[in-house]
């Protein structure tokens, strides 16, 4: 780690120590109090200049990296605000920079980097989860614009985003991927509606069912080519994949820190429980999967820096980072026992947290059959 990024880390540090402390985050997830404030805070360290793109070379080398590193750190404090600067950092400006026209990115941009708010991305459908190709919203022309009618499912952070990016058919003789388009569409446009979620974990990202019923867009509005919104989304995919990783590997690190802090503090038979082997191992083997899953999160951020095809490396590094976090949650709550069963406890909440993330943005399953069709096996080569 570089002295600039090592700086940069303490004061994010601190920022979290001020802004967000341990029994503020407890608070949040209590009450679904999405930390929104934080915003703020990223935009006047300048942690969202970073992502933009810049006039130095030797900087851009190492951009993702070193986002990397930070989304990392954010996700050791907090999940949360991991999780919210990713919303800021993939699926708005990087959605922008990668497939918005100038116009578009000199309305929203400038809004983004001043942590003005987030956009959210609303893709899933009752019955388009990870078939995502089974969308049924539809946008149809009028004049010069588009009517959106249709229904998205489990959409986080949708009421209070700059702007909704809706994936819509927009060729209804089209199937699967083909035949759909991005818009951005105002969460308080006529014709939306929206019923939040209750969830069990993730309780500070608010999920939402929305009702689009024949909601006007101007063409204006449309990302990127008519009937390419899947070639848009992977073109940003990569971005999100890499936030991801990087976000549960630090939470995956508070977890076995906390597990191995009250190993070494809990005393049964007449000494600290850390000292019997088969915990010492537990939380060897936890150690050495966080470890690996870093690895595996680091080199798809350099990947990314490097131009290279990184559509292995994206499956690779969100799989491993979240069964990772499923894994080492899971011994965290055998080795603290009742007392990470108790409701106040931190590691029952990345527990619960971590459910979400080997199904979330792209199933387990799923990773696995693109990891298999990029090595020329399993149902990716059939017929």
Same mark, same amino acid.
Not at 77 to 103: D, E, Y
Not at 156 to 179: C, E, F, M, Q, Y
Not at 272 to 281: D, G, K, L, M, R
């Given at each position: 780690?570089?002295?600039?990024?090592? &700086?940069?880390?303490?004061s994010?540090?601190?920022?979290?120590q001020?802004?967000?402390?341990?029994?503020?985050?407890?608070?949040?997830?209590?009450?679904?109090?999405?930390p929104?404030?934080?915003?703020? &805070?990223?935009?006047?360290?300048?942690?969202?200049?970073?992502?933009?793109?810049?006039?130095?070379?030797?900087?851009?080398?190492?951009?993702?990296?070193?986002?990397?590193?930070?989304?990392?750190?954010?996700?050791?404090?907090?999940?949360?605000?991991?999780?919210?600067?990713?919303?800021?950092?993939?699926?708005?400006?990087?959605?922008?920079?990668?497939?918005?026209?100038?116009?578009?990115?000199?309305?929203?941009?400038?809004?983004?980097?001043?942590?003005?708010?987030?956009?959210?991305?609303?893709?899933?459908?009752?019955?388009?989860?990870?078939?995502?190709?089974?969308?049924?919203?539809?946008?149809?022309?009028?004049?010069?614009?588009?009517?959106?009618?249709?229904?998205?499912?489990?959409?986080s952070?949708?009421?209070?985003?700059?702007?909704?990016?809706?994936? !819509?058919?927009?060729?209804?003789?089209?199937k699967?991927?083909?035949?759909?388009?991005?818009?951005?569409?105002?969460?308080?446009?006529?014709?939306?509606?929206?019923?939040?979620?209750?969830?069990?974990?993730?309780?500070?990202?608010?999920?939402?069912?929305?009702?689009?019923?024949?909601?006007?867009?101007?063409?204006?509005d449309?990302?990127?080519?008519?009937?390419?919104?899947?070639?848009?989304?992977?073109?940003?995919?990569?971005?999100?994949?890499?936030?991801?990783?990087?976000a549960?590997?630090?939470?995956?690190?508070?977890?076995?820190?906390?597990?191995?802090?009250?190993?070494?503090?809990?005393?049964?038979?007449?000494?600290?429980?850390?000292?019997?082997?088969?915990? !010492?191992?537990?939380?060897?083997?936890?150690?050495?999967?966080?470890d690996?899953?870093?690895?595996?999160?680091?080199?798809?951020?350099?990947?990314?820096?490097? &131009?290279?095809?990184?559509?292995?490396?994206?499956?690779?590094?969100?799989?491993?980072?979240t069964?990772?976090?499923?894994?080492v949650?899971?011994?965290?709550?055998?080795?603290?026992?009742?007392?990470?069963?108790?409701?106040?406890?931190?590691?029952?909440r990345?527990?619960?947290?971590?459910?979400?993330?080997?199904?979330?943005?792209?199933? &387990?399953?799923?990773?696995?059959?693109?990891?298999?069709?990029?090595?020329?096996?399993?149902?990716?080569?059939?017929?």
């Amino acid at each position: 780690m570089s002295f600039e990024v090592e &700086s940069l880390c303490g004061s994010i540090d601190k920022m979290i120590q001020k802004h967000l402390p341990p029994e503020e985050v407890r608070r949040r997830d209590e009450q679904s109090d999405p930390p929104n404030h934080l915003l703020k &805070s990223f935009a006047e360290m300048g942690l969202f200049d970073l992502v933009m793109p810049s006039q130095d070379d030797e900087w851009d080398r190492n951009r993702w990296h070193r986002l990397s590193i930070i989304q990392e750190r954010l996700g050791y404090h907090a999940t949360m605000a991991a999780l919210l600067f990713n919303r800021v950092a993939c699926f708005g400006m990087m959605t922008l920079n990668m497939s918005a026209n100038q116009a578009q990115r000199d309305r929203f941009l400038p809004q983004l980097v001043a942590g003005n708010g987030a956009f959210a991305l609303a893709l899933s459908e009752a019955g388009a989860g990870s078939d995502a190709g089974a969308i049924q919203t539809r946008a149809e022309r009028f004049d010069d614009g588009w009517k959106i009618t249709g229904r998205k499912i489990w959409i986080s952070g949708a009421a209070d985003a700059i702007r909704l990016i809706v994936a !819509a058919r927009t060729d209804p003789n089209s199937k699967g991927g083909s035949g759909i388009t991005l818009f951005m569409v105002d969460p308080n446009a006529p014709g939306v509606s929206m019923t939040q979620l209750e969830k069990i974990g993730n309780r500070c990202s608010l999920s939402y069912d929305i009702g689009f019923e024949e909601v006007v867009v101007k063409d204006d509005d449309r990302i990127g080519d008519l009937n390419d919104g899947f070639g848009c989304l992977k073109k940003t995919l990569f971005y999100a994949r890499s936030g991801l990783a990087a976000a549960v590997v630090g939470t995956a690190q508070a977890a076995v820190d906390r597990a191995a802090a009250h190993a070494r503090q809990r005393e049964q038979f007449g000494k600290p429980i850390a000292s019997f082997q088969v915990i !010492a191992h537990r939380l060897a083997n936890m150690q050495t999967e966080v470890d690996l899953a870093r690895l595996l999160a680091r080199e798809l951020a350099a990947a990314i820096d490097s &131009s290279k095809d990184c559509s292995r490396l994206a499956a690779q590094a969100k799989l491993v980072s979240t069964e990772t976090l499923k894994r080492v949650t899971e011994h965290g709550m055998q080795i603290m026992a009742s007392a990470a069963y108790a409701v106040e406890s931190d590691m029952n909440r990345y527990w619960r947290d971590a459910r979400l993330y080997t199904f979330g943005e792209g199933s &387990s399953e799923i990773l696995l059959d693109l990891i298999a069709a990029d090595m020329g096996v399993g149902r990716g080569i059939a017929g």
